[in-house]
C-alpha cells in the first residue's frame, strides 16, 4: 500500500542512482549524491533528504530564472499547510502539475515538503515555482508572483527515490498572508511519472503529457485537467479506484512559513470529516479550514499556531497508529500539538472493541507526549459509520463519555453534544445533516464555533 514506509530499500548508492536518473530519462551527468531518509516510521527518521546535483537535462530545460527576491525574514519557520498520501495519482509525463494550497499563517519566507511514496519509480522534478493563486478556483496566477524553489542549497531540481517519506526545499523569500491560496508548480520530466497524491478538498491542475515544463505559465492555459473527478485515480491505497471529488495534490505534503506570528503547529489528524467530506469544494469551509480561520482572528500575534490538515476519508486511529501518524505528526516543522478525530474504529469490519479503541486512544497520548505534543479530542459525532455498535452495545455514547472524563486527552471538545438533535442526541440536528455520517458545511461551521480556540491554540508545547 502506497501509505506504507515498512518496505526496506537498499542505500542510493551512486551506481544505484544513476540507475535510477537514468530510468527517469534524466541522464547525461554522474550520478548524484543522496541523502535519503529510512522508511521506518520512528520520529528518529523525521530529518530532511537532500540531492546535491541535479541531471542535466533537467537543467537544460529549466526556464530562466525568477528572481526570488526580498529577505527571509525575523521569526522561524512553522508549518502552515499538510495533506496526507491519499492515494495514487497519475501525474503527466514529461509534463507540469499546479498545486494549490491555502497557507494558515502570514509570514515572509517558505519551504515545501514532498514526498514519493511510489514503490517503484522516482519522483524527478527538475523545477519548481511558487506563486499566488489570482483567482478560486482556477490555475491562473496573479502576473509577477512567482518565484523559484530551489533545492539541496540552490539547485533548481531534485529527484526522490522510490519510497522517500518526504524531502524539503531551500527556504526561499516568499511573503505570503494567512488564508490566501497559493500555487506551487512542478515540472515533472519522467517518462514514467511516480505516483504520488495527497488529499485534499480543493482542486489542483495539471498539464497533458508533453506539455513540457509549464511551471511559469501565469495564464494557466496549460494546465487543462483539473486533479480531481472521475478521470483522476483516487484508490485511498485500496486498489479500488473511486471519484474522488474533493481533488488531490501531486508530490506536495506540507508547506512551512517564516514567521513570528505563531510558535507551534497543530496537526489535525482524522478521517473524513477533516479531509473535507461534505463541505463545498474549492470553498475552504470544512472545519480545520475554518478553525485555522478562528485561530487568526481570535488569538493574538505570537501566540498562534499552523493548522496543519492530516484528514484521510476511510482512515482509523488504529491504522493510523501502524502507519502514518509518526509521519504526519511528530516530522511537522514546530508541532505543539495533535487534534484526533479518527472515528470508524468501531465500524465492525475493523474489529476494533470499546476496550482497544480506548487503548489507541492512549497510546496516541502516551507517543505525542514523549515527543512534548499536547493532545485535542473530541466526542463522536452521531449517526457516524459506529452506528451498529452504538445500537448493539452503546459503545459511541460509552466511548464519548469516557473521551470526556478519562483524562487521557489534555483537552476536550464535545462535537457530539454540537452536532445533535437535541430532541434525539443519537441522530444529527436536521440543520446540520448530510449523509447520515458527516456533517454539512453549516455543521462544519458549529464544529468550529463549538471549539475552545483559545484554550486549545495558545497552549504550548506538552
Known amino acids: 500500500m502506497l501509505d506504507s514506509w515498512a518496505a526496506k530499500r537498499a542505500c542510493a548508492t551512486g551506481t544505484a542512482l544513476a540507475a535510477l536518473l537514468a530510468a527517469a530519462g534524466c541522464g547525461g551527468g554522474s550520478a548524484a549524491t543522496t541523502t535519503v531518509l529510512p522508511s521506518r516510521q520512528d520520529a ?9 546535483s541535479t541531471p542535466r537535462s533537467c537543467l537544460a530545460a529549466a526556464p530562466a530564472p525568477v528572481p526570488a527576491g526580498g529577505r527571509i525574514g525575523a521569526g522561524k519557520l512553522i508549518a502552515a499547510w499538510g495533506a496526507t498520501v491519499g492515494g495514487s495519482a497519475k501525474a503527466p509525463a514529461n509534463g507540469s502539475v499546479r498545486d494549490m494550497a491555502q497557507v494558515s499563517l502570514s509570514g515572509t519566507a517558505i519551504r ?5 511514496p511510489d514503490t517503484a519509480n522516482p519522483l524527478v522534478v527538475c523545477s519548481a515555482y511558487i506563486g499566488l493563486q489570482k483567482s478560486n478556483p482556477g490555475p491562473a496566477l496573479v502576473p509577477g508572483s512567482s518565484r523559484q524553489i530551489t533545492f539541496s542549497h540552490g539547485k533548481p531540481g531534485i529527484t526522490l527515490p522510490p519510497n522517500t517519506p518526504y524531502v524539503y526545499s531551500d527556504t526561499i523569500p516568499f511573503a505570503v498572508k494567512a488564508q490566501q491560496i497559493v500555487a506551487v508548480s512542478l515540472y515533472l520530466s519522467a517518462a514514467t511519472a511516480a505516483t504520488a497524491s495527497n488529499a485534499t478538498w480543493n482542486s489542483s ?3 497533458a503529457n508533453a506539455a513540457g515544463d509549464q511551471t511559469l505559465d501565469e495564464s494557466g492555459a496549460t494546465f487543462t485537467t483539473n486533479m480531481s473527478g472521475a478521470t483522476f485515480d483516487a484508490t485511498f491505497g485500496t486498489g479500488v479506484p473511486e471519484y474522488l471529488q474533493g481533488g ?3 508530490a ?6 517564516q514567521t513570528t506570528e505563531a510558535n507551534g503547529a497543530v496537526v489535525a489528524l482524522g478521517s473524513s470529516t477533516f479531509h473535507g467530506y461534505e463541505s463545498n469544494q474549492d470553498q475552504y469551509n470544512h472545519i480545520v ?6 485561530i487568526n482572528t481570535d488569538i493574538p500575534a505570537g501566540r498562534r499556531k499552523g493548522l496543519v490538515n492530516e484528514g484521510l476519508g476511510g482512515d482509523s486511529l488504529y491504522v493510523a497508529l501502524a502507519g502514518r501518524f509518526a509521519r504526519d505528526v511528530f516530522t511537522q516543522t514546530g508541532v505543539t500539538g495533535v487534534i484526533l478525530y479518527d472515528i470508524n474504529d468501531l465500524d465492525p469490519q475493523n474489529g476494533q472493541t470499546l476496550q482497544s479503541v480506548e487503548n489507541n486512544y492512549k497510546l496516541a497520548a502516551q507517543q505525542s507526549h514523549a515527543h512534548h505534543i499536547r493532545v485535542f479530542c473530541s466526542t463522536w459525532a452521531p449517526e457516524s459509520i459506529s452506528d451498529l455498535a452504538e445500537v448493539t452495545t452503546g459503545a459511541r455514547s460509552q466511548l464519548n463519555q469516557w473521551i470526556l472524563n478519562s483524562g487521557v486527552c489534555d483537552d476536550t471538545v464535545d462535537w457530539a453534544t454540537v452536532l445533535a438533535d437535541p430532541n434525539a442526541p443519537q441522530t444529527y440536528n436536521p440543520i446540520y445533516f448530510s449523509d447520515s455520517i458527516h456533517a454539512n458545511p453549516a455543521g462544519h461551521a458549529a464544529m468550529a464555533n463549538g471549539t475552545p480556540v483559545k484554550r486549545w491554540f495558545e497552549a504550548g508545547a506538552y
Open 248 to 250: 488531490s495534490t501531486y
Open 252 to 257: 506536495l505534503a506540507a508547506i512551512d512559513v
Open 289 to 294: 479550514d475554518l478553525l485555522a480561520g478562528r
Open 44 to 52: 528518529s527518521a523525521a530529518r530532511e533528504a537532500s540531492v546535491n
Open 112 to 116: 515545501i515538503r514532498l514526498i514519493n
Open 205 to 207: 491542475y495539471a498539464t
